[in-house]
């Protein structure tokens, strides 16, 4: 898809969906989504996230499946619930989600720059394994079906979480996947982790990256992935549900990472 094309059609879906009146308001309920925050003691810090919810959640008393995204906005957000609603409702799929996306994440939360320790990374990793998580999970009705979607620097994050903790998540989505200047530490980390194969039973992970991705002669982010992929499927093999896809005509966060990711997760549902 063309970026002129990419922008006309989130601005069709801007001026159809929001009320710039009503996009800043806290716990507002809009049609995009809700706008609320945690207060986190592990990161000392207020976390801002927005939240959509099913257009049939107040209509039922089912539960449903919770999409993450790493770090969002209004826009990344108008394109996951299109993203979602045309393989939910449209073409039938997937089944309806709640999505959340956290709105204030810096550097320090998803990368790894201290290889020895981590500490940054684990801290935002523990937020939302014992803050988010929790925290939607009491105040809204969701199964236990979690998706990590992460791009570009947030998908270094989505990777760390699938190595580190594979089961915080059912799936893992990863556009724009790489280990920038820190494959050494990611290989030997996979190495380690995926000693303990049981871990990993059953879990999903899909990772994209765009052939026109500027990026890939500065972290070879082509040669990481294929070198991971091929990690995973030496030491985890049909445990894992897995997939490495590149996009011929795509750059950086190719357009259509979350809808082919979403379709490979619950297809793959669909061979159990």
Request: hydrophobic share 40%.
């Amino acid at each position: 898809m063309t970026k002129a094309i990419k922008i006309y059609f989130i601005t069709i879906i801007l001026i159809g969906f929001i009320k710039p009146s009503r996009i800043y308001g806290q716990d507002i309920n809009i049609k995009i989504g809700i706008r609320d925050s945690i207060k986190s003691e592990i990161l000392q810090d207020v976390r801002k996230i927005m939240i959509h919810l099913p257009d049939s959640y107040s209509k039922s008393d089912k539960s449903y499946p919770v999409l993450y995204q790493v770090k969002g906005d209004t826009v990344s957000m108008l394109e996951i619930v299109s993203t979602v609603n045309r393989l939910a409702l449209g073409e039938e799929i997937i089944p309806e989600m709640i999505i959340v996306a956290i709105e204030n994440v810096g550097g320090k939360d998803v990368w790894p720059t201290d290889t020895t320790t981590a500490k940054g990374v684990n801290d935002f990793q523990s937020f939302f394994e014992k803050e988010l998580i929790p925290y939607i999970g009491k105040k809204y009705r969701t199964t236990d079906d979690r998706i990590l979607f992460g791009q570009s620097t947030t998908a270094v994050f989505t990777l760390y979480t699938f190595i580190t903790k594979p089961k915080m998540f059912n799936s893992y989505i990863a556009s724009s996947g790489a280990f920038p200047f820190c494959e050494n530490y990611f290989i030997a980390l996979s190495l380690k982790s995926f000693q303990q194969f049981e871990k990993f039973n059953g879990q999903k992970i899909f990772i994209t990256n765009g052939l026109k991705d500027p990026l890939i002669a500065q972290v070879n982010s082509l040669q990481q992935m294929t070198d991971f992929s091929n990690l995973v499927m030496e030491k985890l093999g049909n445990r894992v549900v897995y997939k490495y896809l590149t996009y011929e005509n795509e750059g950086h966060v190719p357009f259509h990472s979350l809808f082919d990711g979403l379709k490979f997760i619950y297809k793959s549902n669909e061979k159990k």
